[in-house]
């Protein structure tokens, strides 16, 4: 099963369930990036070779998820490249590997990167 149809499915079940503690609930979120903007907001170079989206998604057992998707293919059956521990994790857990396109630069720093999937969760 993707990634998202799994996000979609826990989207709706934490929708109808009241959350216990905060830090039970599921959160979700994803915002464009592309190399001529990201000077503008960032100190470290464009980490990717493409325009695309950072994505977040929260889960308890692993904290929160920060993915890379090359724009076009943010899709249900698309899983993108994790970009931090937690991210990683889940996907090996689940026995799933990333499946679309990506290219990140040769020695990118991701700090930024990461920084940006992780602001998106928090709001």
């Known amino acids: 099963m993707s990634r998202r149809l799994v996000s979609i499915a826990a989207l709706s079940l ?10 039970d609930k599921f959160v ?3 915002v464009a ?4 903007f990201w000077a503008v907001d960032h100190n470290t170079p464009y980490p990717f070779t493409t325009s695309g ?3 977040c998604v929260y889960y308890p057992e692993f904290g929160t998820e920060v993915y890379f998707e090359p724009a076009g293919y943010s899709k249900d059956s698309s899983i993108g490249t994790p970009l931090n521990k937690a991210a990683v994790e889940s996907l090996k857990k689940d026995g799933m590997i990333p499946n679309v396109p990506y290219s990140i630069k040769k020695g990118a720093d ?3 990167a990461i920084e940006v999937g992780l602001r998106v969760c928090d709001e």
Do not use: N
């Not at 934490?14 to 905060?22: L, Y």
């Not at 990036?33 to 001529?36: F, L, T």
């Open 53 to 55: 989206e950072i994505s």
């Open 110 to 112: 991701l700090s930024e």
């Open 33 to 36: 990036v592309h190399e001529v």
């Open 14 to 23: 934490a929708a109808c369930t009241p959350a216990q503690d905060e830090r």
């Open 28 to 30: 979700s979120g994803d």
